[in-house]
């Protein structure tokens, strides 16, 4: 499956990332409508993001999670109900609630934070070992 990674030491804390996010998705410059989310830590800068473990999947009553065939973990906005079920079950944090379109959105790994990231901290990878190490993947 391709996820998206992140390299703490490269990070600047620019938020480019956030900008473009929302940018893409919800037309505006609001990072709180980002998928990514940029943190200053003790010694620079973390991020969080859906890793697509796909936990949430099972306490949507409405079936509206699903894994695609690429591993992702997508939204069907046509049967989600804004119950945020998942927003509260999610044990990373990275499921978020848009109160003016009453639905859930997460990051799906589609890469434009990527290509907005001016010192290549975030990347897409292809992998079958889902975890946390994710947020914070070890220059190579």
Do not use: H
Request: proline share 4%.
């Amino acid at each position: 499956m391709k996820v998206l990674t992140f390299n703490p030491q490269r990070c600047d804390g620019t938020r480019a990332c956030e900008v473009t996010c929302a940018e893409t998705w919800f037309k505006v410059t609001d990072v709180a409508k980002s998928s990514i989310r940029i943190q200053p830590k003790e010694a620079g800068f973390g991020a969080q993001f859906c890793i697509q473990c796909g936990q949430c999947i099972d306490v949507c009553p409405t079936n509206a999670l699903f894994q695609d065939k690429q591993g992702i973990v997508r939204v069907r906005k046509q049967l989600c109900v804004g119950c945020l079920s998942c927003v509260g079950f999610c044990p990373y944090g990275v499921m978020y609630f848009d109160t003016a379109q009453t639905l859930v959105f997460k990051c799906i790994a589609c890469g434009q934070c990527v290509k907005a990231c001016p010192t290549q901290a975030l990347e897409i990878i292809e992998t079958d070992n889902v975890s946390t190490d994710l947020w914070e993947r070890k220059s190579r």
